[in-house]
């Protein structure tokens, strides 16, 4: 035997007592806009939920798409506006939204998990009523009068409400859902929903036992920038609180430590630029990022 299929070999043993760790259980993986780039990368991550999928365990794919977003607008000649680093999201931005989230990025993925010969189907929180969103309230400071201000930004949604109902349906029909982050609210409107905060209610509501978020960075880093592997949520509040997590980790955290709160076993941040990443986070001894538990 050579050395290379020995390796191989033995990288199967080690995977064994994961996927039967995992077996039957539910993991939600949120791939995000700069993650998906790469054809060689979005092939990869194909191959890993359809993988997951072969092995017995139940994966759930959120996808954002911020990049792509913004390319269409600017393709429509509709301007951006961003409030504290926040898209405002008007009427005409808000059908965009929705047309690139759950068209043609949806389908995008869709059509590359079916290529590695699983069946995945295309949903956003429309879909069988599964997520109900409510306008988002966003309290700044103003720099300049430091006074409190409330940002309106239109059609910009937090989800509310969760019903499992369907993604119970498609996991018994052997089905991979591909979930959009749009939603409708009960007045009638169409929202559109930070994919991660949409991730993490889902990942609740099923009650998944790890909710992966693809990111652009290996995970969280400590003062001399080192991954650290493993975060409880007392640990990872002294860390923001000492400045070691800042910037725009600290809302990635806190979404972490919410979707913890919703009853999510484990909520692991790592980087979706790494080739088989999700894999190597799920189904070998040292993992790929950051792991946040209780």
């Known amino acids: 035997m050579n050395d290379n299929a020995e390796m191989q070999a033995s990288l199967l043993a ?6 039967q760790a ?12 700069h993650a998906m780039g790469d054809p060689a990368l979005g092939k990869a991550f194909a191959r890993d939920i359809a993988l997951l999928k072969q092995s017995g365990i139940n994966p759930i794919v959120v996808h954002g ?4 977003i913004g390319r269409m607008l600017e393709k429509m000649g509709i301007e951006s506006r961003f409030e504290h680093g926040l898209r405002v999201t008007d009427q005409r931005t808000v059908e965009i939204v929705e047309m690139v989230l759950a068209g043609s990025i949806n389908k995008e993925i869709v059509a590359l998990i079916n290529a590695e010969g699983e069946w995945a189907i295309g949903l956003c929180g429309k879909d069988g009523n599964m997520v109900f969103a409510e306008k988002a309230t966003k309290t700044v400071i103003d720099p300049d ?17 969760v019903d499992r109902t369907l993604l119970d349906l498609l996991a018994r029909s052997e089905m991979i859902p591909v979930i959009a982050p749009v939603a409708p609210g009960r007045d009638g409107a169409t929202y559109n929903i930070n994919a991660d905060t949409f991730a993490g209610a889902i990942a609740g509501a099923v009650q998944a036992a790890r909710l992966l978020f693809l990111t652009d960075v290996p995970g969280v880093l400590d003062a001399n920038g080192q991954l650290i592997k493993e975060l409880s949520v007392a640990q990872a509040r002294a860390l923001i609180a ?6 725009g980790m600290i809302p990635k955290v806190e979404t972490c430590i ?3 709160d919703r009853g999510v076993a484990g909520v692991v941040i790592l980087n979706g630029k790494v080739l088989h990443a999700v894999l190597l986070e799920l189904l070998t001894e040292h993992g790929a990022g950051t792991l946040l538990v209780p």
């Open 258 to 260: 919410e979707a913890l």
């Open 145 to 161: 009068s430091n006074i409190e201000r409330v940002l309106d930004l239109g059609f910009v949604g937090e989800p509310v409400e």
């Open 65 to 68: 798409g911020g990049p792509q």
């Open 14 to 19: 080690e995977a064994l007592p994961f996927m």
């Open 242 to 247: 000492d400045g070691t997590i800042s910037g």
């Open 22 to 33: 995992y077996e039957h259980k539910t993991v939600v993986v949120k791939y995000g806009g």
